[in-house]
């Protein structure tokens, strides 16, 4: 099962302007991500994490180092039938969820990219109906995108990239511009294709509170990799975080500041429930 | 709210010309645009003109919306109707003022064109705007330019332009919302002033929708690229157009309106031009 879907070897972008000046967006980046696991990229703006979003789905094409994606390598000369086969296996939810949808029904824009794929219609039919029912968006397959919610358009989107069957899911800031119901609808649904579908989840993000639901954290700063572990291991370095330009889940927060004032704790959790029981525990027992 | 307009100016419903094919449609409208230029006489045009209504009757479309359809027309079928007058000749004199000459085929002719320009509006916007999705309309149009296609002309690439363009409406009238409430807030006025006034206040609203709507485009165009499109080549349809019960029937009102002008044009030749 843990076979390599996605290497990163030295891997390196750089952006050029009009003007010449060069940017390096990426720098000898190395890193695999497994087929099955659900590893959340952290970054703050500019850090270079939509970059290599970009890259894993030849948007973009490597300026040194190598990529291989899926058993496909990519770079510059790839003809326009492998491209087609990497995106096929890599499906994209983007940030802005009214620029990516592209039919004015629902179950239209779900179906766009099988259509794309080929597919038979009886199939299409099935995989669209399949997917909206994944992302609760079913009774909805009839609806004009413009008269849904942000968190419902995202839904879409996401049944969109589903339909495709990819074997990997990139989410690009796609919960950045949705209100906080809209986020945990899309949180779900994200944690529902990993678990139950097996679909290798690579979730960019800011929010440290969707991180923590990650197996795995990359934290790319200044296009480097400066943390890779799991979210327990990655979350208890604080300091370091903050020097990046990067928070703590709240609770974990909270048990460092009390750390701070003396207060010892033996564990080191990073969701709200258990840290809340642990300090629960901690002033309990003093009492 | 802005938001809640319709695309185009569909009206829902469930009649024989709602459920009809697009393409069966179209070459309705085609069919029935043609036949009413061959019309000639008075009793073709009271038939065509009764067909019509019988047509608005059938697809639910209240009157009052296919008068609104019209109304701004007015001016041009007037024009029409008023220069027809004064500018035919013919045989019968009826009134004569200077070099004013008006003659009994001028009035017929006039009268005519009027009645067709109508009749030509109310049939195209009974048969396909107000009973048609604009999605199956652009279906439709496909479907039926396809043959083009061997010429090398991207139909396809016209189609999906089009589906975009009215995905796009409803999200960009939401947005030009947002930047006349941003602009407003500003202190910007787009309500008093003159007509150069008025029409100065709207770059403020029109260069952030620009810029935005490059954005959108671009963003736009790499998803669509990410969901494998790469044009109408290969391309499976969710939705294919089929013909059914209620084409057959829209080909049967079709024979019965060729049928029905040219026998009133043969056998009731009254006031004929």
């Known amino acids: ?287 | 709210m802005i938001k809640d307009v319709t695309l185009g100016q569909y009206f829902v419903g469930n009649s024989l010309l709602h459920r009809a094919d697009p393409r069966a449609k179209l070459l309705f409208a085609v069919l029935y645009i043609v036949v009413l230029f061959f019309a000639k006489s008075a009793a073709s045009f009271a038939f065509a003109l009764a067909f019509t209504v019988a047509m608005i009757i059938i697809s639910g479309v209240p009157f009052k919306s296919v008068i609104r359809a019209v109304k701004p027309l007015a001016f041009i079928i007037l024009f029409t109707a008023v220069l027809n007058v004064f500018w035919t000749t013919g045989e019968k004199l009826l009134f004569e003022w200077k070099f004013i000459h008006i003659y009994e085929e001028g009035v017929i002719f006039a009268l005519y064109m009027a009645v067709r320009i109508i009749l030509l509006v109310v049939g195209m916007s009974v048969a396909l705007t107000y009973t048609t999705t604009p999605i199956a309309l652009t279906d439709g149009i496909e479907e039926l330019l396809n043959p083009l296609k061997k010429l090398k002309v991207p139909v396809h690439d016209f189609a999906m332009m089009m589906t975009i363009a009215m995905r796009f409406i409803p999200t960009l009238i939401e947005e030009t919302d947002k930047i006349m409430d941003a602009q407003k807030a500003r202190g910007a006025d787009f309500e008093s002033g003159g007509l150069v006034k008025k029409a100065k206040a709207l770059i403020p609203i029109l260069i952030p929708l620009f810029v935005s709507s490059f954005k959108r485009a671009d963003d736009l165009a790499i998803a669509m690229e990410c969901r494998c499109y790469r044009g109408g080549e290969g391309r499976t349809k969710l939705k294919q157009l089929r013909y059914g019960k209620c084409d057959v029937v829209l080909l049967m009102l079709a024979a019965v309106f060729v049928s029905g002008i040219i026998l009133c044009n043969i056998y009731l030749p009254y006031f004929s031009i």
């Open chain 1, 1 to 287: 099962m843990a076979e390599p879907f996605i290497i990163a070897e030295n891997l390196s972008y750089t952006y050029t302007d009009d003007e010449g000046d060069s940017t390096e967006a990426l720098k000898n980046v190395s890193f695999t991500v497994n087929s099955g696991e659900y590893v959340a990229v952290l970054g703050h703006n500019g850090s270079g994490k939509s970059t290599l979003a970009k890259l894993l789905n030849v948007i973009l094409t490597p300026s040194g180092g190598s990529l291989t994606v899926g058993g496909h390598k990519i770079h510059a000369d790839m003809s326009e039938d492998d491209v087609f086969e990497v995106r096929r296996d890599v499906g994209m939810v983007f940030q802005n969820p009214d620029n990516q949808l592209v039919a004015t029904i629902v179950e239209e824009d779900v179906a766009f990219g099988p259509e794309n794929l080929g597919i038979p219609r009886d199939e299409i039919r099935m995989r669209v109906d399949d997917a909206l029912k994944t992302v609760g968006m079913y009774e909805h397959r009839g609806a004009q995108p413009h008269r849904l919610s942000g968190g419902q358009k995202q839904r879409v989107a996401i049944a969109g990239v589903i339909a495709m069957m990819p074997k990997c899911i990139v989410f690009d800031e796609s919960t950045a511009m949705l209100d906080p119901r809209g986020r945990a609808e899309v949180m779900a649904n994200i944690r529902k294709l990993n678990d139950d579908f097996g679909i290798t989840v690579l979730h960019i993000t800011h929010y440290m509170d969707e991180a923590v639901m990650a197996d795995r954290i990359i934290v790319v700063n200044d296009g480097e990799i400066y943390r890779d572990g799991t979210p327990k291991e990655v979350f208890c370095d604080v300091e370091g975080l903050r020097r990046v330009g990067l928070d703590v889940p709240q609770g974990r927060e909270l048990l460092y500041e009390l750390s701070e004032c003396g207060i010892e704790f033996d564990d080191n959790p990073i969701d709200i429930e258990n840290c809340a029981k642990l300090i629960l525990e901690k002033f309990g027992a003093q009492k």
